[in-house]
């Protein structure tokens, strides 16, 4: 935290550039976000990348994997040392989650990026819906 009231009191972020600006700003949110709800970071940061630095889609998505991932090391650690970690379903879901990482690489490498967006933002919209209708347990 101190690092931060540095760089702000020191305006070096208003020295940057708007668009590293944007991204810092971003990221902070997209860090809030990420450990807030466990989840979201990533769909977050890959339009930062995408629309802000006019990233390929599929440079955005594998960009934000590597940024997000030391947004879940710093939460973990936090919940890990406050006690809120479950361990058994954590091991199996962490099993199926390695597998699937590299199937997801894997295609990542042989979609289109048009298709890639259209299948991302698809995602997102139906996440959301399932969401909010098990909130109110229509399912």
Known sequence: MQIIIWLIGNNWLVKQSKKNFLLVVGGLFVGAVNSLFGAGGGMLVV??????????????????????????????????????????????????????????????????????VVLFYILMIVGGVVMILRQYKVF
């Open 47 to 116: 339009p930062l990348f995408s629309d802000l630095q006019k990233l390929e889609q599929k440079k955005a998505h594998a960009t934000a994997i590597i940024t997000i991932l030391p947004i879940c090391i710093t939460s973990a650690v936090g919940y890990l040392f406050g006690g809120v970690i479950e361990t058994m379903p954590l091991i199996y879901v962490m099993i199926g989650g390695v597998a699937g990482g590299i199937l997801g690489t894997l295609c990542l490498q042989k979609i289109k990026n048009d298709f890639l």
